[in-house]
Each structure stands twice: as structure tokens, then as C-alpha cells.
């Protein structure tokens, strides 16, 4: 572990490599403690079933004062997620605190995939296209998770 | 012979008494070194003050027997009184938490016999014979039946005579008889020596001083000094009885001994422990004696909770009733007289279960403890960390009971920091900052306005109607309240894309504290850059002004400001509705 590093961070790193979260892997990076390659399994019965999505977590210096920075590397069509993977999540924003966790936030991750969220957009036509047309939107969710998000 | 044997009983039990703490339990008000003298004041009820060098080993009875020849004849009795209590005879008085030129309090009672029959308002005397009484029916007959008032009422004490003798070897508490109970010797020995010989022992041991908390039902039991008065103020019941379960099941908390923590601004500047005291709050002096102990911060930091018998004449001879008023010094230097307060700071506690920092997750001690119901804590470096990062993005609340404050970082439902002097851990620089920004919110949650003029923020308290704001007393300079920008006729030309401000609703705060758009025309290019550009990026807020700039999403825009967060739509520029929902949600 890298010197300097807090404990915080040593512990939350520890627990997440002894106790996974199901569907979930995260690794800190061989060169950057702060740095997380997150693997997030598409949730059952939604349409990101049987993907296998990538994400990178960073986690800022002022950690855990400010939020980690997550984003999806892995093509997704989904309302709260846009074209560049940014996520749109209160607890990574406003209703963060530091009683959160990483662990905290890749769940809430995997529940945003089981349940998306219109209502709050980030992806502007996908959200529009979920509320106007769900059975469509979910069709091209599962078309973009058979081809991003199953080839590897 | 004797003092041989007593010696060896010394050793014995305090040997006895190691056992019983905690492994590694360091005691901060442990005596101090035996040559450091003591200069403090005593005063009398007389009014009398005299300079008393005194070592830290000597007893109660031994000062007193120092101060009789000064203070009154061989036939009258004197007690002490400090921080609301009488003191015990047997105490030491290295164990109160005196410091240099601390005032102890003398009253001389008048004569042995007038003493002896009950006064007609109820003294300490009364207390301390009612608790002696107690302690008889409590104690086993074999157990008190020699000497119920071992460690009470000094005139009753049988040998004040041995003391004086004694007092060549001013090393330890002198002891009465050699024929006494296994449990007086203990009491005797223990670091703060009870008021009640029934007493259980309880001393710098985090354990005891529990134990002593939760028992301590009766009244006046214990000196405001006690670990276990820090504790029952401290710790609600639900949470000394979590800390004894704790203990029990061997976990091994922190191990030290509990303190009040007081800002001391002037000289220490910094957290410092703080000491309790207590005086009338009729005629401010400390000669008075507290009806019940304080269980509770309420009990201490609200006025007129706990009524108390004050010993100065014109309270004594008023009719009216004493409230006792709980005051804090710091320990962290000499005090500099009467009027040398400190502030309580009552979230930071000594860390005793050991929880550990919802930040950091260290286990630190002293620890901030919000007074929400989960009881979050925070180490005192992340509480400053958690402070300075909310300052900086000015996400503090401004309350209009408390002031510029922050809920718990988890924002828990009622978790306001209630007394703002915490924020003086963020030290001078910051707090400066803080009091800066806590004033601005306080001017616009008045309905105020601040002046806009870069570098200026005067300020201003207009009438309610009035548009044409000169800055007075501050840059003079005349701008619009509803732009903010330098006064003009007719209508504002900012930022409002087709609508005219002054259509738009009016919220008690129609100010904007941070708005740099007032030097068009008159600063620098780059002023004229910087307001070109704000005022194509953003648009202000409806309700509060504060320039916001949309740098994706949809159309729903929340006010950042934490005193604001205004609900408006960035095409519309009003309040955000379900028709702005139905109609350009998305733009």
C-alpha cells in the first residue's frame, strides 16, 4: 500500500477485497491506491442482464470529505447515464457524506442499473425515449448490452 | 510504631487500588509533584481574602487547621466551599481540580453550639448530616455504628486534633483511627474523596466513575471535579449503560479519564480541558453549595436549572431563592481572576467506548459527538476537515435560532451544531472567514442586501420597497436591488433572456452576495471579460441572485446555495412547475 495513504482508505480496501460485494469487483490499481477497476454485473431481470459492465472509481484527495469519482467505461443506454459514462447520482453530488463508502456507492450503482430513474436524467433523449416509450428504450438498453457490454 | 503501620497499609492498598484500574488508564489530575507549592485565595463570607501557599498532599481538615489561626477563634468551625460543594474533610486537595490562584471559599460558622442546632434555612450542614443519616440506615450497623460521620461535617469530626499532630507528614490523607473499615481506608485513599462515607468508591477509573454515575442516585454526592460528574453530564443513561456493557464484555475502550473541553480564546487560544465551577447567580460569588448535582448539559448550560444555598450575607438574609450558574475555565493556565471564562465545548468528549471516526475511521480521543440520535462522531482533525470543506463550497445553513451552522455529515434530522463556538476549531484565520460569511447570510435572511461593489459588501438594511440603494456607511456607491448593478432607470438589462426582473417574485433574500458584474464600464478589461462571461454562462437564481451556470441535465435547476436552494426552471426563469416539466423538460 502506497505510504501516506489513509487508513480509511487501507481499510475500506481491505473489506472490499475480503468481503465482495455480490456482482461486484473493485481492485485498486497496481500504481494508484485511489484508483479502482470496478466490474459491476448487469442486475438480473433488468436490461443490463448478463452484461458485464467496467467502471473506474477515483477517489479525490479530500476523500472521504468529497465524493469518489466514478464513471462507467463500459457503453450503457440508460436515463441517468451519459454518453461520456458520467453518472447522474445524488450521492455522488449533493447528498454525499462521509459516513458513505465505496462499497455504499457501487450499490447504489448496481440498484440504479435495476431501477433507472427518468424522473432525474443525465442522458437527455435516453430519458426522454424511457418515459415516452419504455418498451423501446428497454429494447435498445438490451441490444447495447448484448453488444458493449457481453464481447469480453 | 503507628505511622509504620500506617505506611504499610498505605502501600497495601494502593496497590490494592492499581489493580483495580484500567491497563494502561493515565490519570491527568493526578497530584502534582510533591514540591510544586499551590498559591490560592481563600475568601470569606466576610468578604476577607487572603493568599494561602499550600502543598497539593495536604487534606481539607489540614488547610483548615492552617487557616483557623487567620480566620477566626479556636471555638468557631469553618468550612470550605469550592464548586458548589462543601469539601470532606479527608479529601485531598490535590484531587479537586484547583489550580494556581483558584479561590476556595471560607465560612465561618459562628459558634460551635448555634452551629450544632439547625439553622433555619437549610445549610450544607443539613446535607451533609442528611446524607450521614443515609448512609447509617444503608450501611450494615457493624459497618458505621463506631463512626457514621467519618468523612462528613468537619465539626463532628472526632479528630482534628490527630490531624494537627500530624501534620509533620503531610504526605497522604490522615486517617482517624486505625480501627476503621476495610471500606473507609478505600474511600480515604481514593483520589477524590466522597462527600458520603457510604460512598462507593469511585476515582479516575473510567469503570468506577461509571459505577458511580449510574448508583448515584442521591443528591450532592459527588464534587463537580469527578470523573463521574463528567460522566453522567456527558453520557445520556442509555449511553453509560452501552459504555458498562462495553467494559464488561472486556472490550478495551480508551481508558482515560473523561474531561469537559472548553475554548480558551485568551491565552492558550485552542481546545483546552476545561474545569466546571459554579457560582450564585444573584450575587456572582462561589460560596455556595448546589441542592442537587447537575445531570445533564441542560442542567449546566441553561440558567435557573438547580437552585443552590449561597453563604453571602445579602443572599443569605434575602428572601429569594439562589439559582447555582455553571460556568467553565481553562485548565491549560493560571487563571486571571473571576472574570477568566472559557467556552464549554460540549460536542468533544473523551472518546471512552473507543468509536471509531466516521471520517477516518481511526480511533481518535478527544472526539466530536453530534447530537444527533445515531450520536455520530467525528476525530477533532476530520471535524475541522469536514468544516473547511462545507466553508469553502459555503454549503452552512444559516438558522435562525442557532445562526451560520452544519448538521452532522450525515445530515441527520435535527443535528445542528447548536453552539457555534465549535467552529473556533478552525482556527483564527478560518473562523474569521466563517463569522464573515455567518454575518452576509445573517444581513440577507434580514431581508438586507449586500453591497455588490467588488471588494465592498457592505451591508445594508433598506426598506423593503426601495429599489435605489446607496451603500451608506460603506463605498457610497448607488446600485439596483434587483440587478445589483449600478443604478439605472427603467428596466434591468441582465441576464433575465426577454423577462424583466422586476416581474419576477420577490423572496425576503433578493440580494446576491458574490454577484462581479457592477464594474462593467468602470474597472479593467478583464473585469468587463469576467462580466461578459458570467453574464452569457449564467443566469441568477429567482429567488436569491446567485449566478448559476447549467452545465448539463435538464432544464430543473436547484439553487446551490445552501440558504436558498430554490427550485426554478432555466428557461422560464421562475419557480420550477409540472407545466415546465411537460412543456421543455429537456429544453
Known sequence: MASGLPKRIIKETQRLMAEPVPGISAKPDESNARYFHVVVAGPESSPFEGGVFKLELFLPEEYPMSAPKVRFMTKIYHPNIDKLGRICLDILKDKWSPALQIRTVLLSIQALLSAPNPDDPLANDVAELWKVNEPEAIRIAREWTRTYAMGN | MFSLLLGWLKSFF????????????????SPPPESQMLSIFVRTNTGEKIQVQLAPEWTVAQLKTHLKPQLCSTQQHIKLIFAGKELPESLVLGQCDLGQNSVLHAVILVTSASAATPPTSPTVSDITRRVQDAAIEEFPPANCSEKPNLTTAGKEYASSETLTSDARDMQRPTRPSSTDTLESFTLLDLPCGKISGAETPAGEDVEAALDAAFSEQRECQRLLCDASTVITIQLSQDEQEQLRQL????????????????FCSRPCRGVRVGKLRVRCNRCAQGAVTLHEDPTCWKDVLTPKQILCWCETPACKEAVKECYAEFYFKCSGHVTLGDDDVAVPLYMIRANLPGVVCLSCAEVASPVIVFECEASHVLCLDCFINYCLSKLSERQFTHDSEIGYTLPCPVNCFDSYIKEV?????????QYRRYQHWATEEAVLAAGGVLCPRPGCGHGLLPDADCVRITCVGGCGFVFCRLCLQEYHTGECWQLDHGQPLSSLPRSASTASFNVDTSRVGVGARWDVASAAAIQSLTKACPQCRTPTERSGGCMHMVCTRASCRFNWCWVCHKEWTRDCMAAHWFG
Open chain 2, 14 to 29: 494502593s496497590q490494592v487500588l492499581s489493580l483495580f484500574q484500567i491497563g494502561s488508564a493515565k490519570s491527568v489530575s
Open chain 2, 247 to 262: 467494559k464488561a464484555s472486556g472490550v478495551p475502550g480508551s481508558g482515560e479519564r473523561p474531561h469537559f473541553y472548553v
Open chain 2, 421 to 429: 463556538h465549535h467552529f473556533r476549531l478552525l482556527g483564527d484565520d
